[in-house]
């Protein structure tokens, strides 16, 4: 029985060599790959003036069926934001309060916004819809916006049901805050900051 050793420059080889197939394999599976299939507003939903979220889902074959589970992922993705931003409004407002010694009543608008979410979801429009191969597997996506108008009539509802009585310079600030265009990622980096 022949026992062979394995010598330094061999173990170099194969470190190079699994290597080189590794980064192949990365290169092949990897994000800029799938990105580069993608449609933009897949990748960074937007509407003018509004509020938008996509979702893409695993094609079943059945376009209705994976349409309508598609356009409900969307939905839901923007329930989050809302919830989220809502979150968001709740921890601002907290700080400004706080910061100014003034202790705060009424309900948060985080119940309030879980609260109409639902009922905004409805108003909702369907922007886009695409078959599109994410690593050779068959997917539809969908974009929902909620129009500008519908946006302003949900930050008012949840101000306007919170009971809390603003300043208009607060209400403006709350407003921008509620408006500006953020992803998932960067509520949550927010949300962070805040505890």
Known sequence: MKIS???KP???MLSLLLGACASQQNARYGEVETQAQLPPWVLTPSAANGLAASDCIVSSGDFGIDRNHAIAQARSSLAQSIEMKADVLEKTYQKSQNAAGISTTGTSFEQIAR???SVTLSNT???QLAMVKIEDVSHVCALVTLPANQRDSLFDDIVS???RELDPTDQKSL???FTTQ?????LETQLREYN
């Open 5 to 7: 050793t394995i010598t």
């Open 115 to 117: 609260n109409v979410t």
């Open 125 to 127: 429009q369907v922007e």
């Open 182 to 186: 953020k992803t998932t990622e960067q």
């Open 161 to 163: 049901q919170s009971g």
């Open 175 to 177: 407003y921008r805050e």
């Open 10 to 12: 061999s173990v170099i």
